[in-house]
């Protein structure tokens, strides 16, 4: 009760503070301080707003809790009462001392396709090597340096700084 009141009391006091602070300084022309005092008001009502409705949510859960309680047994107990008996899917799972099979047989079927991927992978590697190689190196192709080097033509790198200098003086 005490912190419901110092809370309320604290929302008001700076509800009402940067309220009248807004006023003031719009009434000065100072935007900036205006629209600060203007965020810190808008926070506050988002504050006490959100305060009022968690304590009515409160007061209403517990009045709806209180009312409730026998009913929401009487309600599990026609659930318990009316439910279906439970079925057994697989009837082979419903008795455990019958399981010394599946293990092994689960393992030995795991291996077996996993000897069948190991097979797969190597044959695919072994085919697919000199395919590969022969599209990468056609596709790389473009990206390969000139045969003569970026300078031909040129016999030093400085020659072709002076060549465009000369024909404009």
């Known amino acids: ?62 009045r ?25 899917s697989f009837d082979w799972l419903a008795r455990p001392q019958q399981m010394n099979v599946f293990v092994p047989v689960l393992m030995g079927a795991g291996v077996l396709m996993s000897g069948l991927a190991w097979i797969v992978e190597r044959v695919a590697r072994a085919t697919v090597r000199p395919v590969a190689e022969r599209g990468l190196a056609v596709q790389l192709d473009g990206l390969a340096l000139p045969a003569t080097g970026f300078l031909a033509g040129h016999e030093e790198p400085v020659d072709l700084l002076r060549g465009p200098i000369r024909r404009l003086g």
């Open 1 to 62: 009760m005490k912190a419901r009141f110092i809370r309320s009391v604290l929302g008001g006091v700076t509800l009402a503070a940067s309220g009248a602070y807004t006023f003031v300084y719009l009434y000065r022309w100072e935007w900036n301080r205006a629209l600060m005092s203007a965020a810190i008001f808008v926070a506050a009502e988002v504050a006490v707003m959100g305060s009022v409705l968690a304590e009515r949510l409160k007061a209403l859960n517990q």
């Open 64 to 88: 709806l809790n209180a009312r409730d309680d026998d009913a929401r047994r009487r309600r599990a107990d026609r659930i318990r009462e009316t439910a279906p008996p439970a079925r057994v």
